[in-house]
């Protein structure tokens, strides 16, 4: 498989991939973006692993991972934090709400909680991927998950009283 055709039949996952990470359009653009530069720089050892989507995969959560310790993301970042959630009368919008809502309980959760979020209950991927892909052991996994679950278990029991 060239460059070419892997970004022609994977660039699309991964960008949706980069938007549940992310939770912003415009940076999951970038981060695909900065993904695929070092991607294809390196692109002979993508092709030497044994599931090359896998390799990408790790290589734009480790790049998601990172940004927060990078200055660059200061410097590209011109918007302020999201807005908290305005209430809204019970209508067709509810539910656009309630969205807005666990997206903003995921932004707060650090950035490796919701990577294995996002892997685990978007992309679906067993705990042994998970680990694969965020370069720890599978009870490390679990343990994140848990903690993650925990916390927006607290958000939701917090925002119902």
């Given amino acids: 498989m060239t460059y070419e055709e892997f970004v022609d039949s994977r660039l699309t996952a991964l960008l949706r991939y980069a ?4 939770g912003d359009s415009h940076l999951a653009q970038d ?17 030497r692993a044994d599931a090359p989507e896998q390799y990408v995969r790790r290589m734009l959560t480790n790049q998601y991972l990172d940004w927060q310790r990078g200055s660059w993301v200061r410097r590209v970042l011109l918007r302020a934090e999201p807005e908290e959630a305005v209430a809204v009368h019970a209508d067709h919008a ?3 709400v309630d969205r807005d809502q666990v ?3 995921l932004a707060r959760l650090p950035r490796r909680q919701r990577a294995a979020l996002v892997l ?22 679990r343990s994140i998950i848990s903690r993650a679950l925990a916390t927006l278990r607290a958000e939701f029991v917090g925002a119902g009283t």
């Fill in 94 to 96: 509810e539910a656009t």
């Fill in 31 to 47: 981060l695909v973006q900065e993904t695929m530069v070092r991607v294809q720089l390196n692109w002979r050892r993508v092709t």
């Fill in 103 to 105: 997206w903003s309980w």
């Fill in 120 to 141: 685990r209950y978007y992309e679906d991927l067993p705990d042994a991927e998970i680990a694969a892909v965020l370069g720890c052991a599978v009870g490390t996994v």
């Fill in 19 to 22: 938007v549940m990470l992310t």
